[in-house]
């Protein structure tokens, strides 16, 4: 009787308890320590957050926190446009080093230049002076020595060696402003200036075509241009024929007064001390006096004889506190160029193990400007336009990634220079405590307007893991600070965490909520309640081929299978209306999306209208934007390719057409769509071997691996127009790239190399088009569709626009509705809104005028 009884009371028991977790809602006693609700934001995020160094995390939830800490250099604004962030100015000069060119002296070249460039040309000088010619003789193609004389009969080809000068071309700068005065057509211009080649003897070509000139007729017969060409040729090759290099630097102007802000720390004030040795910024350490505080540091050992270092130790004089919980934040050193230097040179240090690194590699110097602590020069050994972007990251605080204070952290853990046998001068703590060992991932000083709250008391982490993770306002923040005072990110169980974020929302512990595809139209309908705002991200679903499978390098069979997709049924049902379709690589919101193209076909088949009537377009050629679902032209293409119909069969020497067709498991829109894909095929007469992984052993054994015929994935991030990574063929997986699609184009190989050195706005619009157009047109890709981004938000959530400047000379702001015409169409995401935004008591009424003014 117990076993039915238990039976019974057992799922009823499990069901409470369930009903209680998802109902769960944060109350006012959990939202704050009787703070009030209208002085923060409550958002909620699917895991807990682990690494707050923006260089070495790779989880969204770590970046979801830390983009609240740090700032870069460069900013990306609300439309997803660069402009200075830290730094007040961008200058992007151009250094040319580069010979004189043939028959002008070096003050005749330097006229020319200053015809073509004006007050751009801001310095020139000689950077090595002319070498003797090379006098080659034509009959047996051998150089004379040095000196030699010439007979008075011989026939010699005369090579000249120029001067080299250095050049620099720089624009004005511009406070608020990126100015640029990079020329990556420079020789192709100074030849259009002077009207022929520059430098005509390191072109055999050329220096053939002038020395055949001088040739008597009467031994051209015998010596004939291309075997003068080819002696040329022969010569040059032992000789360094480099005639230009370019080194574009960027040079930025930093803003001055931002400090950092370190904290939280729950000693008294007078007893914490930041420290140098010999200098450099060292840690801190906790004593009761200057005197105790100095004896610590060297009883630690921070260099080899640590009574002759010299060392400082000094207490914060501003700081603001949490006097209920007893900790507080010190405003700690000013933000100089030392900090965005150490960052990069971090960053390009294999020893940093930061999976950025790449990006970096680019660099050619990084230099600080003497007696200017607030001016940095970046330097590269050769044109590269993505620099901008690349240099907008976040920038770590010298004082704690210095070697000295990495050191000293490593000493305290027992990791330092003495626990390792090693002396001071072999020492690398870099080696020793690795960069996410750091007491940083969970107590980072910051930059940014928000600092981490401690709900742990002084125990790392300081958020609280499973529950909830708290920003509070940087009253330090040099820029304009949000008008509340707290973020509240709640964590959910991710398996059920979008269902309880809803009901959260719905009772009011959330702000804001991002709903399921089929939940959109529903909240649509209740702007009483809510605001609703929906744009297209940086993000587009896709299956993609693996073209270095024998049956998937054909393009016209990936064409034919694509055009099996019934892709409106994926939007239709799938996602139900919430997502854009797509016809190449790219993200509709931003520029280097192609809202032009159109595929070019010539039909094979007839097709019927609605009504089931012929309609006569076979032999037609068309231009198409979308390919149609056409399982009968699909079909007819294979069929061009070779392939029998068996049976109802795809059957090409004997062999079916089967594809090994793999996905994740979890579920969701890309589960259903991989489902509607497959029997897509089946129906055309494809075998499908479909299949799901975990995925972690989905992308690394399968993906990655290329071992599979057809994945279903999605990409999200990156928004600038550098593509190597996902379709260069240097970059295949197996390579250590992206390109998923093992996919190979030369001709789209050269464009995405050449646009590498493009720095104008119009022209990388224009070979990034070029680039859409030629990948899809080879459909690598079955291109389906970028998915609408939701966010819904409470009617009391006000946009707090800057609108004027008060007397007093304090900016001026107006409440606008949260859905206002500006946020809606910007094209970055809400977050870039966030620190603008706030919660008011009562819902505001709004006038249509007030969603655009």
């Not at 595809?517 to 605001?531: A, L």
């Not at 119909?645 to 793999?662: A, M, Q």
Request: proline share 6%; with cysteine; hydrophobic share 35%.
């Amino acid at each position: 009787m117990w076993i039915k009884r238990s039976l019974v009371v057992l799922p009823i028991l499990l069901l409470v308890f369930l009903v209680q977790a998802v109902f769960w809602v944060p109350k006012t006693s959990t939202v704050s320590d009787n703070e009030s609700r209208l002085n923060r934001l409550m958002l909620y995020m699917g895991a807990n957050p682990e690494d707050m160094n923006p260089w070495t995390s790779t989880k969204t939830t770590d970046s979801t926190i830390s983009d609240y800490f740090f700032e870069g250099l460069i900013k990306i604004n609300q439309d997803y446009e660069m402009e200075p962030g830290l730094a007040e100015t961008v200058v992007v000069k151009h250094k040319v080093v580069t010979r004189v060119p043939e028959g002008l002296t070096q003050d005749e070249f330097q006229t020319v230049l200053k015809r073509l460039f004006g007050e751009k040309l801001v310095s020139y000088r000689q950077a090595a002076a002319a070498q003797a010619d090379i006098v080659m003789d034509l009959d047996s193609g051998k150089t004379l020595a040095e000196g030699a004389t010439v007979a008075e009969d011989q026939l010699v080809a005369r090579l000249l060696r120029p001067a080299q000068v250095e050049l620099m071309l720089a624009p004005k700068p511009e406070k608020g402003k990126i100015a640029a005065a990079i020329e990556p057509e420079f020789e192709l211009v100074l030849e259009k200036e002077i009207g022929r080649k520059p430098w005509p003897s390191f072109d055999a070509e050329t220096a053939a075509a002038a020395a055949f000139a001088n040739v008597p007729k009467d031994k051209r017969a015998a010596l004939t241009l291309q075997n003068l060409q080819g002696k040329i040729e022969a010569v040059l090759a032992k000789q360094d024929n480099t005639v230009m290099t370019h080194a574009p630097t960027l040079e930025f102007q930093l803003r001055k007064g931002i400090y950092w802000t370190d904290g939280p720390f729950f000693d008294d004030p007078k007893t914490v001390w930041q420290c140098t040795c010999d200098g450099e910024p060292c840690g801190w350490v906790t004593a009761v006096s200057e005197a105790e505080a100095i004896g610590k540091l060297k009883e630690r050992g921070l260099i080899e004889k640590p009574e002759q270092g010299k060392y400082t130790a000094r207490n914060y004089s501003e700081r603001f506190s949490d006097e209920a919980k007893g900790c507080w934040w010190g405003k700690g050193p000013e933000f100089t160029a030392r900090d965005p230097k150490l960052t990069f040179d971090l960053i390009r240090s294999p020893d940093f193990k930061s999976p950025r690194m790449s990006s970096y590699t680019s660099i050619g110097d990084i230099r600080m400007v003497e007696g200017d602590p607030y001016r940095l020069e970046v330097e590269y050994g050769e044109l590269y336009s993505p620099a901008l972007g690349d240099l907008a990251g976040s920038i770590l605080p010298y004082h704690v990634w210095n070697s000295m204070a990495w050191k000293e952290e490593a000493i305290r853990k027992g990791k330092g220079p003495a626990d390792s046998g090693q002396t001071h001068a072999a020492y690398n703590p870099m080696k020793q405590l690795v960069s996410r060992e750091r007491d940083f991932r969970s107590w980072p000083s910051v930059l940014g307007f928000m600092v981490l709250e401690p709900l742990n008391g002084n125990a790392r982490p300081l958020w609280q893991n499973g529950m909830r993770c708290r920003l509070r306002r940087n009253e330090f923040y040099w820029d304009r600070k949000p008008e509340y005072q707290f973020i509240d990110y709640y964590v959910f169980d991710p398996n059920m965490g979008r269902e309880t974020a809803e009901v959260v929302f719905n009772t009011g512990g959330l702000d804001m909520y991002g709903p399921r595809d089929f939940q959109v139209d529903r909240y649509e309908e209740k702007t009483d309640q809510f605001s609703v705002i929906k744009r297209l991200p940086n993000q587009y679903e896709y299956l993609s081929f693996n073209c270095s499978k024998p049956d998937l390098a054909d393009k016209r069979v990936r064409m034919a299978l694509s055009m099996a997709i019934d892709v409106e049924q994926i939007l239709k049902y799938v996602v139900y209306g919430q997502g854009v379709r797509i016809n190449g690589p790219a993200y509709p919101v931003l520029p280097w999306y192609d809202p032009d193209f159109m595929l070019e076909h010539t039909w094979l088949t007839d097709t019927k209208d609605a009504d089931g009537k012929v309609v006569a377009r076979k032999g037609k050629t068309e231009k198409i934007k979308f390919l149609p679902y056409d399982p009968d032209e699909a079909r007819a293409i294979l069929l061009s390719c070779g392939y029998q119909d068996v049976n109802g069969k795809l059957v090409k020497d004997g062999k079916p057409l089967r594809l090994e067709f793999i996905n994740s498991t979890g579920g969701g829109a890309r589960m259903n769509t991989a489902l509607l894909a497959k029997e897509n095929w089946q129906k055309l007469g494809v075998d499908v071997d479909y299949r799901e992984y975990e995925w972690n052993v989905f992308i690394q054994q399968y993906v990655m691996a290329l071992k599979f015929d057809v994945c279903v994935l999605g990409w999200s991030g990156g928004i600038d127009f550098d593509s190597r990574q996902l379709w260069h063929t240097e970059c295949w997986p197996t390579k250590g790239g992206l390109n998923l699609a093992a996919y190979s184009n030369p001709k789209a190989d050269k464009l995405m190399d050449a646009i590498l050195k493009i720095y104008d706005y119009d022209q990388q619009v224009k070979m990034s088009h070029e680039i859409f157009r030629e990948i899809g047109a080879d459909f690598p890709y079955v291109f389906l569709y970028s998915p609408m981004a939701t966010s819904v938000m409470d009617n009391r959530v006000v946009w707090r626009k800057k609108v004027g400047t008060n007397a007093d000379g304090t900016p001026k702001y107006e409440d606008r509705p949260i859905n206002h015409d500006f946020v809606k169409n910007a094209r970055a995401n809400l977050k870039y809104f966030i620190g603008e935004i706030k919660r008011v008591e009562e819902a505001p009424t709004w006038k249509p005028e007030d969603f655009k003014r």
